[in-house]
């Protein structure tokens, strides 16, 4: 009799155990598939360029950027889509090919004219942006695999603007930087668009408003090309 309750008892103990594992088991699994992946963090290294280009303005090599924001995503209901919404950050850089701008001026007009006097001479702009989606994934249950896509806009607030050129050589290197926001526009929309797999899209974007205000430039239309890395 004693050896059936200790057997019983032995039973029922390593029952116990296998409905723990399991239940163990099944909070995983849920946990796994009610926190997927949801793009919160967004980085882009990009190509930056100006559309409609005058011939007096000459550009040179490949013009650097790069953003990083922060998204929360909110899922529409039970379907593949859903809209994010967040903050972060946008730096241009465009280099000139023998070129300088008047940015150290007082006028009220950017002015470009040829100059030797720098080896390397860029423009940088700087916004804070608000950046908005409207997103699809093949894969709701891990957004870090399978196609991806996204159509959006960033709006940004100028917060930085100035030119730096380059002169000498070796180690007689000499920067001459001179910032101002006084020719830029204060605000930019950008309509976006990225398309990938994973954690990795192609992404772009195309300026609706020129890069200096009216009357103080001419109407350069900044864009941007590259890739984006998504996760969390």
């Known amino acids: 009799m ?9 039973l029922f103990v390593a029952a116990l155990g296998s409905k723990a594992q399991s239940t163990v088991d099944n909070t995983d699994k849920r946990t796994t598939v009610e ?3 949801r793009d919160f963090v967004m980085i882009k290294l990009t ?3 100006w559309a409609d280009v005058p011939d007096s303005i000459n550009t040179k090599g490949i013009g650097r950027g ?3 924001s922060i998204m929360y995503d909110f899922p ?3 379907s593949h889509f859903s809209f994010a919404a967040g903050i ?3 730096v241009k850089n465009v280099f000139l090919d023998g070129q300088n701008i008047n940015f150290k001026d007082t006028g009220s007009q950017v002015v470009f004219f040829n100059s030797s006097a720098y080896k390397r001479y860029k423009l940088t702009t700087t916004h804070l942006e608000m950046p908005l989606e409207l997103r699809f994934f093949g894969n709701n249950d891990n957004r870090n695999r399978g196609f991806k896509a996204a159509i959006g806009a960033n709006i940004g607030l100028s917060i930085g603007a100035h030119t730096k050129g380059v002169s000498g050589k070796g180690g007689s290197k000499y920067n ?7 020719y830029i526009q204060q605000w930019d929309f950008s309509p976006t668009m990225r398309i990938g797999y994973g954690n990795f899209s192609l992404y772009g974007s195309y300026s609706l408003t020129p890069l200096f ?12 090309v590259g890739i984006c890395i998504t996760g969390l």
């Open 2 to 10: 004693k050896k059936c309750i200790a057997l019983f008892a032995l």
């Open 35 to 37: 926190k997927p992946s």
């Open 47 to 49: 190509t930056s360029g």
């Open 66 to 68: 790069f953003a990083a």
């Open 76 to 78: 529409i209901k039970k």
């Open 88 to 90: 972060g950050f946008n």
């Open 176 to 182: 001459d930087k001179v910032n101002t926001r006084r």
């Open 213 to 224: 205000k009216d009357g103080s430039g001419p109407q350069l239309v900044p864009f941007n």
